[in-house]
């Protein structure tokens, strides 16, 4: 039932075994640099209302932290509109869905994407997850925990807005990127995600990232009105990490299935995605809240919220 996951295993055993850089060429593709923490830092993208370019914000991040040598799996788990696949352009030939039925291992769904990152398609797979027997639920988590061995970073592109689902990703993330734009509508529904938060779990970390602003000072007081509120009335310490500006480009990408990363790489946008990546770089040196960290951690809080 597990043949994938005990064959990842043996390919991580044998790359520990080879220290003089002989392994096969399957290692070397699946693990194009060590993982010294030995897990991976996973982090939960979300916003309050669709349409605000946090699929775009997931996917160019993903790759800003590929180029700079770290290893990146994107979990697509937006439950009504998947759209990792949409904006790469890739139509994956399995989904999450296939692993949870046990029919596929985690090497089996791991989708190809552009710079070495990997993606996986969710779809309906993670509603199933409450309808496993005990053995199929140990078999998702243990083909799920194989992650760590391969990643350095995982990024779960959710769906918008205050469903159950969405939070029990949000609240089980070691780290959370809540993507706002400067329209009303935007900051009101994000400060319910943030209210939401504020009833599960206090000390959630959000890090806040104001997407399509008009300029540095939209930004900067889309942000500082957000986080003076969301302090005073919930209590909810936030995070800046940034801002993108208003790109045409952007759009551009998007309807050309292309990163804007890639198709501008030296624009001042690109190089705000590249300073965001750089903060999680450093996070992923400093502390967690969470006594077991990676994607075996983040499973296992996620399974616990449904399953208890």
Known sequence: MIDQAEKLRDIVNKKRESSNGSSSQKVNHLFPAANAAG????????????????????????????????????????????????VFGIVPKYSLLDLINCNKGILDILCEGPNNIKFISGGSGVQELI????????????NMSLLDH???FILVDTG???SDTVMDFVISAEEVILVVTPEPTSITDAYAVVKTVARLKKD???????????????AKNVYNNFSTVS???????LNSIGYLPYDHSFTKSVKMQKPYILNYPKSNTSKMIND?????????TEHTNFVQPGIKGFINRFVGLFTN
């Open 39 to 86: 897990h991976a830092k996973v982090i939960t993208v979300t916003s309050g209302k669709g349409g605000v370019g946090k699929t775009s914000v997931t996917v160019n991040l993903a790759i800003a932290l590929s180029q700079k040598g770290y290893r990146v799996v994107i979990i697509d788990a937006d439950l009504g509109l998947s759209n990792i696949d949409v």
């Open 150 to 152: 391969i990643a350095d």
């Open 160 to 162: 918008a807005g205050l």
């Open 204 to 218: 959630c970390n959000i890090n806040v990232l104001i997407n399509r602003a008009d300029s540095e000072i939209e």
């Open 276 to 284: 965001i990546a750089d903060v999680f770089i450093k996070n992923n």
């Open 231 to 237: 302090e005073r009335f919930l209590s909810m310490k």
């Open 131 to 142: 309808h496993l027997d005990k053995n199929s639920l140990e078999n998702f988590i243990a």
